[in-house]
């Protein structure tokens, strides 16, 4: 089956610093990404999609200059916190499918940001 | 707007018991419908989805899901409960595309022995 993995799988980092998270399709090629975020005990949130080669759709509220997502190849897709801060720990999960209609996505394992 | 809904935000069940799950969606049209678990600190692993044809679903781990259009409900069944399921359990659709999601709440499933 398709898989997705994500790096790291953990992170911690100090406040104003960046943190980049990878999400790579091992066996298949991504044309769609999307990034979502997980608060404790809450669901997922989606933050935005990224097609390969071009700029990523943020969802209302999410900071585009924050969050920053680059798509630059059919197997990876990367998310960049900048400038972290302690509200920006959490859990952060990448998904990918093969185009946008009618396909299924697949999910990475996850990662768990905490900024101290 | 489309939305997801689990009511239920932590169940208990015994083993061996049996389950269910309930989901219901709002959507415009009949959106994809999914069902995924994910254990503490772990990312989501799919359990089922529906797409179209058959309204029963079979899945892994010996679940399964019937989707009824008429309450638009995606419930989630296994007839016997294992304490390895205990997780969060969540319902998602995608509507026009299969791989946007729009996620429940999630369900927490505690099994007592």
């Known amino acids: ?116 | 707007a489309q939305s997801v809904t689990q009511p239920d935000i932590h169940i208990t069940v015994s083993e061996g018991a049996s389950l269910e799950l309930r989901c219901n969606y709002s959507y415009g049209a009949t959106p994809y419908l999914f069902w995924y678990v994910q254990s503490p600190g772990q990312g989501l692993q799919l359990l089922l989805k529906y797409f179209s044809g058959d309204t029963l679903v079979q899945g892994i781990k010996g679940f399964e899901a019937e989707f009824k259009r008429s309450q638009s409900s995606f419930n989630l069944r296994k007839p016997s409960v294992h304490w390895s399921d205990a997780a969060e359990y969540f319902c998602a659709a995608g509507g026009g595309t299969a791989s946007k999601l729009t996620f429940g709440t999630g369900t927490r499933l505690q099994v007592t022995l």
């Not at chain 1, 610093?17 to 091992?26: A, D, F, H, Q």
């Not at chain 1, 998904?95 to 900024?115: C, D, I, K, M």
Request: glycine residues 6%; aromatic residues 10%.
């Open chain 1, 1 to 116: 089956g398709a898989v997705v993995s994500q790096h790291p799988s953990r992170v911690i980092c100090k406040s104003g610093t960046s943190v980049k998270i990878e999400c790579r399709s091992l066996d298949f090629q991504a044309t769609t990404m999307f990034w979502y975020r997980q608060f404790p005990k809450q669901s997922l949130m989606l933050m935005a999609t990224s097609n390969e080669g071009s700029k990523a759709t943020y969802e209302q509220g999410v900071e585009k200059d924050k969050f920053l997502i680059n798509h630059a190849s059919l197997t990876l897709s990367t998310l960049t916190v900048t400038s972290a801060h302690p509200e920006d720990s959490s859990f952060y999960i990448c998904s990918a499918s093969v185009g946008t209609l009618n396909t299924e996505a697949f999910f990475g394992q996850g990662t768990r940001l905490t900024v101290v």
